[in-house]
């Protein structure tokens, strides 16, 4: 239950555009800037833009603000026109295949999830042909549909929004299930990734979860990447592995001092988790070899024995 990728997490393999929609009142929050709350020590609008990173072109419906990547932005005309008028917006703005359409409000969407989405709806129930669906939704644990935590087929998505446009004169005011009533979807059921924060306690209830012990690290390097701008899957039980070598070894403050040194020596040589892997086995191995000459049957392993003073 945490919103970080483990190392080597796999990307969607095929192009595909995203649309998040982060405008909206928030009445249930009192009017907040509901995505620029933060879970996690970052504004809930930059988590899930770090979920959908991979994107070709990102399109966030909103008024513009400062976030954690460069986006295109987009407005519903008039604004607050609703989802399915944001929705019509932001799709303007893409020319992919595929488009993962999101609210701004997941704390808990990943990567992974956003590529499981994308797979279900490329595969279908077979590579190609008519049993391929207009799109896959996640579905809370209530089993209650998320069409905006879900990847569609983008001229299905046209299609159906020019049918609106065409009964009603437009999609403003107009809610979104009459648009995925028109459509053939696949659903997955996903407690934590479809979880949005729509009240003050659910908000407390995502800051909550992340500081839970099996999520916290992850969270915290998820956190330092985004704020320092690195795009690199850390295998942190490594890094862990080599503070503690030389915490156990050396002495501990010998620990943030050498996983610094592990992360610039790795920088250096170009970057990358093979550089990091080979730059952490070089520093434990040393750790290891300074631990072992102070044990007490410590032997020297190289170079002649000392010899006595012949004085």
Same mark, same amino acid.
């Given at each position: 239950?945490?919103?970080?990728?483990?190392?080597?997490?796999p990307g969607p393999? #095929?192009?595909? +555009?995203?649309?998040?929609l982060?405008? /909206?009142a928030?009445?249930?929050?009192?009017?907040?800037d509901k *995505?620029?709350?933060?879970?996690?020590?970052?504004?809930?609008?930059?988590?899930?833009?770090a979920?959908?990173?991979?994107?070709?072109?990102?399109?966030v419906?909103a008024e513009?603000?400062?976030t954690?990547?460069?986006?295109e932005? #987009?407005r519903?005309?008039?604004?607050?026109?609703?989802?399915? !008028? !944001?929705?019509?917006? /932001?799709?303007?703005?893409?020319?992919a295949?595929h488009v993962?359409v999101?609210?701004?409000?997941?704390p808990?969407?990943?990567?992974?999830?956003?590529?499981r989405? $994308?797979?279900?709806?490329r595969? =279908?129930?077979?590579?190609?042909? *008519?049993? %391929?669906?207009?799109?896959?939704l996640l579905?809370d644990?209530? /089993?209650?549909? %998320?069409?905006?935590?879900? !990847?569609?087929r983008?001229?299905?998505?046209?299609?159906? $929004?020019?049918?609106?446009?065409?009964?009603?004169?437009?999609?403003? =005011?107009l809610?979104l299930r009459?648009?995925?009533?028109a459509?053939?979807?696949?659903?997955?059921? +996903?407690?934590?990734?479809?979880?949005?924060?729509?009240?003050?306690?659910d908000?407390?209830a995502a800051?909550?979860?992340?500081?839970e012990?099996?999520?916290?690290?992850?969270?915290?390097?998820s956190?330092?990447?985004?704020? $320092?701008?690195?795009?690199?899957?850390?295998d942190?039980?490594?890094l862990?592995d080599? !503070?503690r070598?030389?915490?156990?070894?050396? #002495? &501990?403050?010998?620990a943030p001092?050498?996983?610094?040194l592990v992360?610039y020596?790795?920088a %250096?040589?170009?970057?990358?988790?093979?550089?990091v892997?080979e730059?952490?086995?070089?520093a434990?191995?040393? #750790?290891l &070899?300074?631990?072992?000459e +102070?044990?007490?049957?410590?032997?020297?392993?190289?170079?002649?024995?000392?010899? *006595? +003073?012949? /004085?």
């Amino acid at each position: 239950m945490t919103a970080s990728e483990p190392p080597g997490t796999p990307g969607p393999a #095929a192009p595909y +555009d995203a649309v998040v929609l982060a405008g /909206g009142a928030a009445r249930r929050l009192g009017g907040a800037d509901k *995505p620029g709350l933060r879970v996690g020590g970052r504004p809930l609008l930059d988590r899930v833009l770090a979920a959908c990173a991979t994107a070709t072109t990102t399109v966030v419906v909103a008024e513009p603000r400062e976030t954690v990547r460069p986006v295109e932005w #987009a407005r519903e005309d008039p604004p607050g026109g609703g989802p399915l !008028a !944001a929705l019509d917006a /932001g799709l303007r703005h893409t020319s992919a295949e595929h488009v993962v359409v999101l609210s701004a409000d997941l704390p808990f969407l990943t990567r992974a999830t956003v590529g499981r989405l $994308l797979d279900a709806l490329r595969t =279908g129930d077979a590579p190609k042909g *008519p049993t %391929q669906p207009d799109g896959v939704l996640l579905t809370d644990p209530d /089993g209650r549909d %998320q069409p905006l935590v879900a !990847a569609y087929r983008a001229d299905a998505l046209r299609r159906e $929004l020019a049918a609106l446009t065409a009964a009603h004169g437009g999609v403003t =005011g107009l809610p979104l299930r009459r648009l995925t009533a028109a459509l053939d979807l696949t659903r997955i059921s +996903d407690p934590v990734a479809s979880f949005d924060c729509d009240t003050w306690d659910d908000i407390a209830a995502a800051r909550a979860r992340i500081r839970e012990h099996g999520n916290v690290l992850d969270e915290w390097i998820s956190a330092v990447k985004d704020e $320092l701008g690195i795009d690199l899957d850390v295998d942190t039980g490594l890094l862990l592995d080599v !503070a503690r070598d030389a915490a156990h070894g050396v #002495a &501990r403050p010998a620990a943030p001092l050498t996983t610094f040194l592990v992360g610039y020596a790795a920088a %250096q040589a170009g970057g990358g988790p093979e550089a990091v892997a080979e730059a952490s086995r070089k520093a434990a191995a040393l #750790a290891l &070899r300074w631990a072992a000459e +102070d044990a007490p049957d410590a032997k020297p392993t190289s170079g002649a024995e000392p010899t *006595p +003073d012949a /004085g």
